[in-house]
C-alpha cells in the first residue's frame, strides 16, 4: 500500500512539474484538446456545411468572450449587433458565388453597423453585470495592478470613441480573419484539407512550441508580454507546423504536385509558427493590458475560446492567400 502511494505520489509531482514548465493543467488541456479535434473532425467528414456553422458558433462564443473582457474595464461592445454581422459575413462569405466581394461589402457595412450600435452603448439585462462579477472574482489582482487601466476613474471615463474604436477592432479581429478560414473552403476542391490546414496546423504549431519551451526554452522571446515564449519554443512551433503541412499535402495531394510543390510547406511552417506566435502574444498583451489572464473559462485547460482561437485567426489570412497562390 505505501509502495502505491509512493508511486501516485511521484507521479502527482511529475505533473505537477509539467504543469508548471507549460503554464497549463496537462491532462485537462489534453483531455479538452481530443474532444475539440473530434467534434472538427466529425463536422468535417459529415459535411463541410457543418464546419461552417462550427466556426460561427465559435466565433459567437469568442465575441462574449471579448464583450466580458472589455467590460471589466468599462469599455462596451455592441454584442448582438456583432453576432448579427459575424453570423452573416461568414455565411455570406462560403454560400455567396462571389465570396471576395460578398466578405469585402459585409465587413464594410459591420463596421458602420457596429460603429452606430457602440456609440447608442444599449445594455440588456443583467447578464454581462454578474458575467464581469464573476469574471473578477477570478481575476488575479497581480494582473489587475499591472493593467493599463489601474488608475483613478479609469473604468468610467471612456469616451464614447473609445467604445467605438474597440468595437471596430473587434469586427476586424473576429469576423474579418475568421472570414480567411472559411474562404478557402470555396477554392481548389479541396475544402477538408484547407479545414485540416488551417486550424490543426496552428494548433500543431503551438504544441511543438509548448513542449520545445517547456523543456528546450532559455532564451525568452517577450519576457514582458509572455514570459514563457522562448526562442526555442519558436523554432519548436515552425518545426512542427511544417511537419503537419507536408503530411497534410501528401495524403491530399497527387506525388507530382508534392514533388514540384516541396517548397510550400516550408514557407508554411515558417509562416504559421511566426503568425501563430505572433497572435499569442498580441493576445497576450490584450490580456496584460486589461488585466485579466484568461480570455474564459470554456475550455478545461485552455482558458477561453479566445484563448485557443487567437493563433489560428491571425495565421488565417497567411494561409489562405498562401494556398490560393500556389494553387493548392
Partial sequence: MTGHQEQHEK????IDAINKKTGRNMPQAIGTAVVLIAIILACLLISVDLFVYLVVL??????WELRVDFATVGLHIPVVTLWVCSAATLLATYYSTHHIVAMTVCVLVSLLLVAIAASAKVTFGSRLSLAVADKLSHTDAGARLE???NHEQGEISHS?????AVSMFTVLYIPLLASCLIMPLTFNDHPVAHAI???FMPALSDTGGLFAGAWLGKHKLSPRISPKKSWEGLAGSILFAMAGFF???FCTYEPSVCASRWWVPVIAGVMIGVAGTFGDLCASMLKRDIGIKDMGHLLKGHGGVMDRVDSILLCAPFVCVLLWATGM
Fill in 197 to 199: 490546414m488551417l486550424v
Fill in 247 to 249: 503530411v497534410s499535402m
Fill in 147 to 149: 493593467s493599463s487601466f
Fill in 160 to 164: 464614447r470613441l473609445s467604445h467605438v
Fill in 58 to 63: 465559435f466565433m459567437m462564443l469568442a465575441l
Fill in 11 to 14: 507521479e502527482a509531482e511529475a
